[in-house]
């Protein structure tokens, strides 16, 4: 099987890498997008304008309001107040390494818009192997997943686009152990597969997926969609799905079943149509589910009211564990 990720996809460098982390002089947890595009363009870095809102609102299930984007980033609770404006309830805060991961829980734990997700991201587990830290890092985000207000463990799974043969060892180990402590918790489990369709799904039949398991950003086509509607699992849908080269992955939407559709932002990437290449934030989920309501041939209040009622599902409500600090 092969990955039919659409190409062009905008992320130029690997995006949870060391070269993007904070200066001395901001937060730990901070992360900074590139201005330029894969090729070197530089990007436009002024954020779209907003959308219509939306009659049905829904949430945001995989977002990382910790990577600064634009000529005048964000602050995460201007992120969250644009996102309300819009019909866009609340979301799911993803960490990918420990300082992420930490940042989610503690904005999670004050903020009634926000769940977290907490893991090491799969280009990540190779870096700490090699300095001998996967293991210690590995019982943190353990630790972390017990805290109020986490409810999924992610992002995890394999990269075999960012990560050569010699680092797979690692990210198999740390993509295992993440299974279980997602099985552990009862939490849902935020899947990162690029360039790893057949690699991701044998180990999720081998070790037994949990009960709620979600392909980020899905990149696949009909093939990897006739699989998650088989065992159960959710494909969540970025801005990708309205990309011009992008066929496959609105060939899946179609043939998925309502029941197993998301849809997330991966802000500050993967901007979609019109705006691709700007920053992404998400208040602009509303362009993609309009999309994706147009390719499934539905009314988008309809499938506004699947989606949210799906999230609710897989993560539980925004509201049934109140916040324990103060903002």
């Known amino acids: 099987m092969t990955d039919e990720r659409s190409s062009g996809d905008e992320r130029s460098g690997d995006e949870r890498s060391s070269d993007e982390r904070s200066s001395d002089a901001t937060p730990t947890h901070v992360r900074h997008r590139s201005s330029t595009e894969s090729g070197g363009q530089t990007r436009d870095l002024t954020y779209p304008p907003s959308p219509q809102a939306l009659v049905v609102p829904v949430y945001d299930n995989h977002t990382h309001l910790e990577i600064a984007d634009g000529q005048n980033a964000l602050d995460y609770r201007e992120h969250l107040d644009r996102a309300s404006s819009v019909g866009v309830r609340g979301v799911v805060q993803v960490g990918t390494d420990l300082e992420t991961s930490r940042w989610s829980a503690d904005i999670a734990a004050r903020e009634p818009r926000v769940l977290a997700a907490v893991a090491i991201h799969p280009n990540e587990a190779p870096l700490l192997a090699a300095r001998g830290e996967l293991a210690d890092a590995l019982d943190e985000i353990d630790e972390l997943a017990a805290r109020p207000r986490v409810r999924a463990v992610g992002e995890t799974g394999l990269d075999f686009f960012r990560t050569g043969a010699e680092g797979r ?19 849902a489990l935020q899947i990162h597969d ?40 959710y494909a969540s849908f970025a801005g990708t799905v309205t990309f011009k080269n992008a066929a496959p992955l609105r060939e899946a939407l179609v043939q998925l079943p309502r029941h197993l559709v998301m849809v997330e932002t991966d802000a500050p990437y993967l901007t979609p149509t019109p705006f691709r290449g700007r920053p992404n934030a998400p208040y602009l989920i509303p362009h993609t589910l309009r999309s994706m309501a147009e390719t499934i041939g539905t009314d988008v209040s309809m499938l506004a009211a699947q989606i949210s009622s799906n999230t609710e599902l897989v993560y539980g409500s925004w509201t049934d564990e109140p916040v324990t600090v103060e903002g």
């Open 194 to 233: 690029r360039d790893a369709h057949d690699d991701v799904v044998d180990l999720l039949l081998e070790l037994g997926a949990p009960a709620r398991t979600v392909f980020h950003c899905f990149s696949g086509g009909p093939e990897l969609a006739s699989i998650l509607a088989e065992n159960g699992w």
């Open 169 to 187: 060892d690692a990210q198999l180990e740390s993509f295992a152990r993440h299974v279980e402590i997602a099985k552990k918790h009862d939490l």
